[in-house]
């Protein structure tokens, strides 16, 4: 992994001295995103999305693209029709939601544990996993099956079978399009 890593930033430094555009046909999502200044991701010989690698990870437009760049929650949410999203207590802005049920989708890592009396939606944690930087948890929700990524900073991580409450802030969740697939 390390020697990948560093050749990946050999390309790239080669790619930006060279001054030339480069295409790179790849499945490898983070060798993708890590050498790219625009990404193209494609399904079945079609176009999802164009747009610089963080922008398509972090908003991606349909399901497809959400659970092609890594991990991802895809929620059902209720939009109020005035760029707000709920799910339970928790409401957020969401430009462009409308009214009625919708899918969202939301990072793992952008996920985190709300304080005792926020606004929050509640779920109960299924598995849990020690991977030396950070936790990866999975859990069970009415909005759907959620994947949390919790950064290992010491404090304690909710065991299996303990129901907690979720957040997200405004600008974790992106709108995906009616009729996407995963």
């Known amino acids: ?102 899918r969202i989708a939301v990072r793992p890592e952008r996920l985190s544990f709300a304080a005792e009396g926020a606004p929050g939606f509640t779920a109960c944690i299924t598995s849990r996993v020690f991977q030396g930087a950070h936790w990866l948890l999975t859990a069970e929700s009415a909005a759907g099956p959620v994947t949390l990524i919790r950064h290992n900073d010491g404090t304690a991580v909710p065991r299996e079978g303990e129901t907690v409450k979720l957040r997200f802030g405004p600008g974790d969740a992106a709108l995906l399009a009616e009729g996407s697939d995963a």
Do not use: C, W
């Open 1 to 102: 992994a390390k020697l990948r890593e560093e050749m990946q930033g050999e390309l790239r430094q080669i790619q930006r001295s060279i001054g030339t555009t480069t295409i790179l046909v790849t499945h490898d999502q983070h060798e993708a995103m890590a050498l790219s200044d625009r990404i193209v991701v494609m399904n079945k010989g079609r176009v999802e999305q164009i747009g610089a690698p963080d922008t398509v990870y972090g908003a991606p437009d349909t399901a497809f693209v959400a659970n092609f760049l890594g991990k991802t929650n895809v929620l059902e949410a209720s939009g109020n029709g005035s760029g707000q999203v709920a799910i339970e207590t928790l409401s957020v802005p969401l430009a462009g939601a409308p009214t009625g049920t919708l």
